[in-house]
């Protein structure tokens, strides 16, 4: 009997043995630093990921910064009656008044050449500036005033430091006289360097000191109304059907791995099927924010159909059971109880949806939502741009000024993208309910 009383004592001893052996040590060592090291490797992974983002942000930053702010000179013009229509501002000289107020500016005679050169320093586009102050405010018919007016691209870049001024003149693309009227016009306090309000309410032009986003950011807005208005009820309403009333058999299945599928699929596939069904054979018009709406709405609606599916499992089956317990139908328990304590997550990944198609670009160019465009569109049935075509077209423009007009562009839809990822995050943190 003493023997089999010893058997647990001796058992401990030998564990006690084990665990304080040098073996076991080194494995339990071992497992720490394993464990250590896969911590290691997730800090390391995240530090590379924010460095990457830093420098992309930095890079953007730096090269866009002067895109939000533009170079105007200020000085005076009289706008005879002679030479615009009173009856109608919007018919007149005004390349005449623009150039008579500019040329004052120097007093001397200048020769064919001199003007030539004082004259390109204005941005092309500082008469319809005129114009449009003129047709805003008739009474500036027959008076003298001071108009701030944009310069051009090279003036432009040649303020901001862009175009040295220390390279011969063969290399650069502001003359030595264009120097020396800049250098007296900077003197007398003319020329400054405001925020550029142009880039967010001018439409597109092709003249960088001119061009803006105004169009494009209404083509988005357009185009993302389109896409909610036609892939949120549809995926709601799929995806209910789907987790709540369809039978679970092979033909629910095939439809749950294809809406799956659909979610990976390229997004240029979407552009082709949206060139080929809603141009070419529906017949509606190309460049659309109709047509690129319905094109995203193809894209998103897998993405919203799959986080509603996810937001309704994640209601616990005692609601359910609960509301069917008191004689509620199947409808009342999901539209009055799953349908309210999903919404959270539903509205979350709609949001996410719909920045993913915000920042989409390849679908639009097939639809040719790409095309030049100097207004903004009035309807979703007008010819029209959207943020990343924009980015796409100035990207493949040659002036220098559209270097930082790009890369302010993608700062903005970035901006963009950032706030409806904000406010995805709010709606969760706020409204979701654990259980």
Known sequence: MASIADEPGKASAARERYWGSAANQRNI?????????????????????????????????????????????????????????????????????????????????????????????L????????????????????????????????????????????????????????????????????????????????????????AGLAGALVGSFYALLICFLISFPVGIAAAIYLEEFA??????????????????VPSVVFGLLGLAVFIQFFGLPRSAPLVGGMVLSLMTLPTIIIATRAALKAVPPSIRQAALGIGASKHQVVMHHVLPLAMPGILTGTIIGLAQALGETAPLLLIGMNAFITSVPGGITEAATALPTQIFIWADSPERGFVARTSAAILVLIGFLVLMNAIAVFLRQRFERRW
């Open 247 to 264: 039978p679970k058999n092979r033909w629910s299945d095939l439809i749950e791995i294809n809406i799956n599928n659909l979610a990976a």
């Open 29 to 121: 060592r071992r497992r720490h630093w394993a464990d250590r090291r896969l911590q290691l490797y997730g800090i390391a992974a995240i530090g590379i990921a924010i460095v990457l983002l830093g420098v992309l942000v930095v890079s953007l930053v730096a090269t866009g910064h002067t895109a939000f702010v533009q170079t105007e000179i200020r000085f005076e013009v009289t706008v005879a009656e002679s030479d615009i229509d009173v009856a109608d501002p919007f018919k007149g000289n005004y390349r005449k008044v623009v150039r008579d107020g500019f040329a004052r500016l120097v007093d001397r005679e200048l020769s064919r050449p001199e003007e030539k050169a004082l004259f390109e320093m």
């Open 123 to 210: 941005s092309a586009g500082a008469q319809y500036i005129l114009r449009d102050h003129v047709v805003d405010d008739p009474d500036l018919i027959g008076r003298t005033f001071e108009v701030a007016l944009p310069l051009a691209d090279p003036m432009d870049q040649f303020h901001k430091g862009e175009i040295p001024r220390d390279i011969p003149q063969e290399q650069r693309r502001v003359s030595d006289l264009q120097i020396q009227f800049y250098d007296q016009f900077l003197a007398e306090g003319r020329i400054a360097a405001p925020f550029n309000w142009g880039l967010f309410f001018n439409a597109d032009s092709r003249f960088p000191e001119l």
